[in-house]
């Protein structure tokens, strides 16, 4: 499979670009950073953008933008055009093509006062990133195609009586829609990455602060890929969770000592003063249209132990 992986250069993008490199035809692209084998890409140029699709991909992979929560808190306007903005691009530009895109949202598209949360759950968002990504969403497949009872997700595709009105694909005589786009929202991520490691940088000063009041299901970085291409045959909007339930403290703490480094992971609560974003209190990401969930923290701990990649799901 040829497929355009944009972000290749971020924490979730290089680990997604390293595994799939081995099994595809993977055209990367970096941003500020310059990285040896990737293509430079500002999501803003809508120009250099529909230059590069047209290279000709079966996928596009978006795995770019402005994912910080306090950066996109702080700059709203950016979040927009770097997380919604591109996706309506991407989308005008393959339609007609068969070229297929798999979009990478989140899990605070949901405001965080629900136990779990399926793909059938109203979105909510209480911060500027959750709000990009629920304009992104709604960019790719459709308002309509993402809430509501009438909204399904087959063997193949997600089907309601309005989905996927943007993602120009045709019915098919029982009713699914062939071709269509995919967006797939993950939780926090963690775990090392070959490129960008941001998530074990936090463990590198004296002190890491860890909310204990923030509850996830939180997906070991290096089972994403499979578990990725388990699924992007399929369209409509997916979720991907972790099978373990634990605060942000819990998980700090666990990976600290698994790997004996050498930082105190202290103890906070409650979310910084405005402007600061608001973090949902409780995301916990399951799906009713397939079983995958990623590994518990003993099996991925013990992955990172010794170094080496979690298997396929």
Known sequence: M???LLGASGYVGGALWSEWSARH??????????VPGLVP????????LRRLLDQGFDLVVHAAGLVDLSDAERQPELARQLNAASVATLRDAVRGTGTRILLLST???????????????????????GHSKRAAEDALIGADALVGEDTLVGEDTLVGEDAFAGADAPAGTDGRLVGGHLVVRIPLVYGRSPIADRFMARFDGPLTPARTDLVCAPVYLPWLPGALEELWDRSGLLHLGGAQVVTRYEL???????????????PVSGDDPLPAPRRPARLVLRSVHHGLLGPGLDTALGDMVRGGPAGRP
């Open 252 to 266: 700090m703490t666990r990976i600290r000592d698994a790997l004996a480094l050498p930082t105190e992971v202290v």
């Open 41 to 48: 890409l500002d999501l803003r140029d809508q120009e250099a």
């Open 2 to 4: 040829r497929i355009l």
């Open 25 to 34: 035809t993977v055209v990367g692209t970096c941003a500020s950073r310059p």
């Open 107 to 129: 899990d605070n598209v949901f405001d965080g006062t629900a136990d779990t949360y399926t793909e059938g759950d109203e979105r909510a968002p209480v911060n500027a990133y």
